[in-house]
T-cell receptor, first 114, second 112 residues
Framework: AAGVIQSPRHLIKEKRETATLKCYPI?????VYWYQQGPGQDPQFLIS???????DKGSIPDRFSAQQFSDYHSELNMSSLELGDSALYFC?????????????FGPGTRLTVT | DAKTTQPNSMESNEEEPVHLPCNHS???????IHWYRQLPSQGPEYVIH???SNVNNRMASLAIAEDRKSSTLILHRATLRDAAVYYC?????????????FGKGTLLTVNP
């Protein structure tokens, strides 16, 4: 079965640079979620999109922005990177219509800021 | 968000059943109980969810207390591959968002 695809899998950037993370949800899923997991931490919700509209926002810095495109893939844009942005970034997708169904996670993008 | 309480860690032997408890005394009537697990260096993985009745799937069973203030995830025969952090998460039904709020979770160790 098709899974959530994230690219790139690894990314190394320097402070103050920008980064773009991409997420391709499972076909026919209408909702995308972004989570951040720092070293030794639990995943924290950043932002979500339902049918290409932002549906919820968590602890996402103003330096970050995201969108969902017409083909339902999503991109997380991160600017003015800081050392503290080094983390695993997970994307998840779900089929929301009808209820709070399960989320399927991608393998994550490991971002290292030096 | 309604909160859950889980033991920090549990240990089991391979091929034995494992019962992972979760307390959620402030659960509201429309909150779903979800369980996810995260294996080392991987993304979280959906395990099971339920509302009021006990649920079974190929991975596990979910036993929900009659008052819904607690639940137990049951792995019928633990394998080494089940070693992971298990998260019990409440998800609000009928709202405009279904984000997952991860707590500390239970680190399950499976001994060969």
């Amino acid at each position: 079965a098709a899974g959530v695809i994230q690219s790139p899998r690894h990314l190394i950037k320097e402070k103050r640079e920008t980064a773009t993370l991409k997420c391709y949800p499972i076909p026919r899923h209408d909702t995308v979620y972004w989570y951040q997991q720092g070293p030794g931490q639990d995943p924290q919700f950043l932002i979500s999109f339902y049918e290409k509209m932002q549906s919820d926002k968590g602890s996402i810095p103003d330096r970050f922005s995201a969108q969902q495109f017409s083909d339902y893939h999503s991109e997380l844009n991160m600017s003015s990177l800081e050392l503290g942005d080094s983390a695993l970034y997970f994307c998840a997708s779900s089929f929301r219509r009808g209820g709070p169904y399960e989320q399927y996670f991608g393998p994550g993008t490991r971002l290292t800021v030096t | 968000d309604a909160k859950t309480t889980q033991p920090n860690s549990m240990e089991s032997n391979e091929e034995e059943p494992v019962h992972l408890p979760c307390n959620h005394s402030t659960i509201s009537g429309t909150d779903y109980i979800h369980w996810y697990r995260q294996l080392p260096s991987q993304g979280p993985e959906y395990v099971i969810h339920g509302l009021t009745s006990n649920v079974n799937n190929r991975m596990a069973s979910l036993a929900i207390a009659e008052d819904r203030k607690s639940s137990t995830l049951i792995l019928h025969r633990a394998t080494l591959r089940d070693a992971a952090v298990y998260y019990c998460i409440l998800m609000v039904s009928g709202g405009s968002n279904y984000k997952l709020t991860f707590g500390k979770g239970t680190l399950l160790t499976v001994n060969p």
